[in-house]
């Protein structure tokens, strides 16, 4: 089936011209002024803007990103690395070498003196973006990323039961909290970096990890922030994806497929379970901007006659938590982890597209979090992931085919993999890119 002719039999098909105009504003001009106050997650917005028009690059016939910006914005990633590990989040954060560095003389040796500027979710979408950025088949992407620095410093934001922080503290100690979040970056960080290789000096404590995603399972099947917490599907996400990352990056070519899923997750059943719970009947009226439609929209307590096979099911959402709204990021969240856990095919595609286009796409182009609200860069590119994942091998028409380990095209978990085994190889490692002296 041709491109054009798989669009065809997907109602409604993806107004992509739409997205690409949203998308191009968001990178060519200024963001509304609401994003001001998330000015210290510059990054994060801007891998959310060149991701989405990465994906979107098959329904243009001119770049999307050009050449010139592909270098230019590059460069402004790199620059939001800190000299002692890790990128900071914003320009903002970067402050000069004399007040990023002092000496200990007690270690003899040039310690961080705001090390709390580097942050674990700005490193790892800083190596994102670089993965999207790259050009070719990807060799160059690390190029000018500080290997040894940043696995160094990732280890010091492990805690010892295994959980992972967001920042060091000027006085070393680990900040922020127990967060699955937090669990997924730093496995995106180690893959991506290849901290698993070699004598793995470099390399954090995996069974810990692992011990901790472990315990953060619930009585009802999904998977919380942290131990006896309340279940989530976006942490479901992050701990399943977090556990395919390990995988992905054993170095054990013995080693049993998917053996870290198996040991971090005690009840596999119950997570898909959970998870699968999430997709319901959306109930709303026509009229979305009617604020009274909310509580029809909560999952109603009998739900046994409803079936999701059932022909009169038009469409459908998917919320976080139980007793939850719809929303379009859930969409992914849930897709995801499904995915990954090889379960895709529990998903009502159809209705749970026409949820999306149909309710929360805005007429600008970007998807909002509920029907009839204004979009945002983080729903709109959850939108644009969801879409392409649910559709898998046979892909989304008008969007690149997804990685949903790694949140990204596969195009680019392509040229992250291409360059994740360029740094490794030892004749490359002579240069001051994976430099381990002082400043």
């Known amino acids: 089936m041709t491109t054009s002719a798989a669009a065809e039999s997907l109602d409604p098909p993806l107004d992509a011209a739409r997205h690409i105009r949203y998308w191009q504003r968001c ?29 979107l690059t098959p329904s243009s016939p001119t ?32 402050l000069p070498h004399a007040l990023t560095t002092k000496f200990d ?3 003899k040796t040039y310690v961080a003196r705001d090390p709390s500027n580097a942050n674990i979710a700005a490193t790892g979408f800083a190596l994102l973006c670089l993965g999207v950025l790259a050009e070719g088949e990807g060799s160059d992407t690390f190029r000018g990323v500080d290997r040894v620095r940043t696995l160094t410093w990732l280890k010091k934001l492990q805690r010892e039961d295994g959980s992972f922080g967001e920042v060091l503290t000027d006085d070393g100690r ?37 011990a901790h995603i472990r315990r953060a399972q619930t009585y ?23 556990l395919a990352l390990l995988d992905s990056a054993d170095p054990d070519p013995q080693a049993i497929p998917n053996r870290y899923i198996h040991a971090g997750i005690p009840s596999i059943p119950s997570l898909i379970h959970f998870l699968v719970n999430r997709q319901f009947v959306y109930v709303g009226s026509d009229d979305d901007n ?30 976080g938590r139980l007793n939850k709204l719809p929303d379009t990021c859930y969409t992914w969240w849930n897709s995801g982890a499904l995915s990954l856990l090889g379960e895709s095919n529990l998903i009502n595609r159809e209705p749970a597209r026409r949820f999306i286009l149909e309710k929360t796409q ?11 609200g204004p979009p945002d860069v983080y729903h709109a590119y959850m939108g644009l992931a969801a879409l392409a994942t649910m559709a898998g091998a046979e892909g989304e028409p008008g969007l690149r085919l997804f990685d949903p380990r790694l949140c990204v095209s596969a195009d680019a978990a392509a040229r992250m993999a291409k360059a994740r085994e360029a740094m490794l190889r030892p004749a490359e490692n002579t240069d001051d890119s994976n430099s381990d002296g002082d400043d």
């Open 220 to 242: 009802d099947g999904g998977m919380s922030e942290s131990s006896m917490h309340e279940s989530h599907s976006g942490y479901a996400y992050c701990a399943v994806a977090a």
């Open 362 to 372: 805005h007429r600008i182009g970007g998807f909002a979090k509920h029907p009839g």
């Open 27 to 55: 990178f060519h001009s200024v963001l509304p002024h609401h994003y001001t106050s998330n000015d210290s997650i510059r990054l994060t917005l801007g891998f959310f803007i060149i991701s989405a028009l990465d994906l």
């Open 174 to 210: 680990i900040s922020g909290g127990r967060d699955m979040r937090y669990c997924y970056i730093a496995a995106i960080i180690r893959w991506a970096l290849g901290g698993a290789e070699g004598d793995r000096s470099l390399d954090f404590n995996v069974d810990a990890l692992v």
């Open 63 to 94: 770049p999307l990103v050009p050449p010139e910006d592909r270098t230019r914005l590059r460069d402004w990633v790199l620059r939001l690395q800190h000299p002692h590990g890790g990128f900071c989040g914003s320009p903002h954060h970067v």
């Open 290 to 319: 009617d604020d009274d439609n909310d509580a029809s929209n909560h999952p109603l307590p009998d739900m046994s006659p409803l079936s999701m096979s059932d022909a009169a099911i038009q469409m459908t959402g998917f919320n």
């Open 105 to 107: 003389p007690d270690t």
